[in-house]
């Protein structure tokens, strides 16, 4: 028992103190590039430039299907200073909704977990980035009726999280996989109507090769569905695991996707498999 307490305590310590550090190296290194890049998408839509192509450099380029420039353009006519402020509070904020499912586990298991990830996911909040709110989406709205439509959103702006529908193909839940493909390729269609530029969608210099990731990716959406179905109470896990093992540049920050595994309760039938 004694040496379960000690290894219990270093492994605590160890988690807090990643914690801490990684939050001292986001509160001191604000470049809010991410804010930045989107309130520069918002400017070229409101002065009548190309979204994707035009005066696109690696520091404004934007990743993401129109309708998020689109609603960023009544942020760009806020001051700079408001806008960092507001922006950055709901990102943070939403960095606590998406990490306490962990928290609230009731597991020491969940706390290590939600205390990793949490402040990972506070880091990349502080610059700004849209990643937290989109797990936050999707950790309120998975265990809901509309969990298709958080996946399809959630698609629209990382593109990979679509392959959360292999928990909903595994289980044979069609009609909702095929909702949240819809939903996604609803939002992307609009894309048609601008003109691309390559720095847009080029990966940079922190991606895999591309045999590794596409390997990575092959294998996790087949494990996605083996895990679906033979053992669907991990489905999410598995699909979960997926999608961060088809993200093209595999940053840290990308592994909080997991926090949508606890998001989603084991239905019914899946009691019964």
Same mark, same amino acid.
């Given at each position: 028992?004694?040496?379960?307490?000690?290894?219990?305590?270093?492994?605590?310590?160890?988690?807090?103190?990643?914690?801490?550090?990684?939050?001292?190296?986001?509160?001191?290194?604000?470049?809010?590039?991410?804010?930045?890049?989107?309130?520069?998408?918002?400017?070229?839509?409101?002065?009548?430039?190309?979204?994707?192509?035009?005066?696109?450099?690696?520091?404004?380029?934007?990743?993401?299907?129109?309708?998020?420039?689109?609603?960023?353009?009544?942020?760009?006519?806020?001051?700079?200073?408001?806008?960092?402020?507001?922006?950055?509070?709901?990102?943070?904020?939403?960095?606590?909704?998406?990490?306490?499912?962990?928290?609230?586990?009731?597991?020491?298991?969940?706390?290590?977990?939600?205390?990793?990830?949490?402040?990972?996911?506070?880091?990349?909040?502080?610059?700004?980035?849209?990643?937290?709110?989109?797990?936050?989406?999707?950790? *309120? =709205?998975?265990?809901?009726?509309?969990?298709?439509?958080?996946? !399809?959103? /959630? +698609?629209?702006?990382? #593109? &990979?999280? %679509?392959?959360?529908?292999?928990?909903?193909?595994?289980?044979?839940?069609?009609?909702?996989?095929?909702?949240?493909?819809?939903?996604?390729?609803?939002?992307?269609?609009?894309? *048609? =109507?601008?003109?691309?530029?390559?720095?847009?969608?080029?990966? !940079?210099? /922190? +991606?895999?090769?591309? #045999? &590794?990731? %596409?390997?990575?990716?092959?294998?996790?959406?087949?494990?996605?569905?083996?895990?679906?179905?033979?053992?669907?109470?991990?489905?999410?896990?598995?699909?979960?695991?997926?999608?961060? =093992?088809?993200?093209?540049?595999?940053?840290?920050?990308?592994?909080?996707?997991?926090?949508?595994?606890? #998001?989603?309760?084991?239905?019914?039938?899946?009691?019964?498999?």
């Amino acid at each position: 028992m004694t040496t379960t307490r000690v290894a219990q305590g270093i492994a605590i310590a160890i988690v807090v103190g990643i914690a801490i550090v990684t939050l001292i190296w986001a509160v001191t290194d604000l470049h809010f590039n991410d804010l930045r890049s989107y309130q520069a998408a918002a400017l070229r839509l409101r002065e009548g430039e190309q979204l994707y192509g035009g005066d696109v450099t690696p520091f404004n380029k934007y990743y993401y299907a129109p309708w998020f420039a689109f609603t960023f353009v009544p942020l760009s006519y806020l001051p700079w200073e408001l806008l960092a402020v507001g922006w950055t509070s709901f990102t943070v904020a939403s960095s606590v909704v998406a990490v306490w499912p962990l928290a609230s586990h009731g597991s020491l298991a969940g706390r290590l977990a939600a205390a990793i990830l949490g402040p990972v996911l506070v880091a990349l909040s502080i610059s700004g980035n849209v990643h937290a709110p989109m797990l936050a989406l999707l950790v *309120l =709205l998975l265990p809901t009726r509309w969990g298709p439509l958080a996946i !399809g959103i /959630a +698609a629209s702006l990382k #593109a &990979t999280p %679509i392959l959360l529908v292999m928990a909903y193909v595994g289980n044979r839940e069609w009609s909702r996989a095929a909702v949240a493909v819809l939903v996604a390729a609803a939002l992307w269609a609009p894309i *048609l =109507l601008f003109e691309l530029a390559p720095i847009t969608f080029d990966p !940079g210099g /922190a +991606a895999t090769p591309t #045999a &590794t990731w %596409i390997g990575l990716g092959a294998l996790g959406v087949v494990a996605a569905l083996v895990v679906s179905r033979r053992w669907p109470r991990h489905r999410w896990l598995a699909s979960s695991a997926a999608v961060y =093992l088809a993200t093209p540049r595999l940053y840290v920050y990308d592994i909080t996707i997991l926090c949508t595994a606890l #998001a989603k309760r084991p239905t019914a039938r899946a009691d019964r498999a």
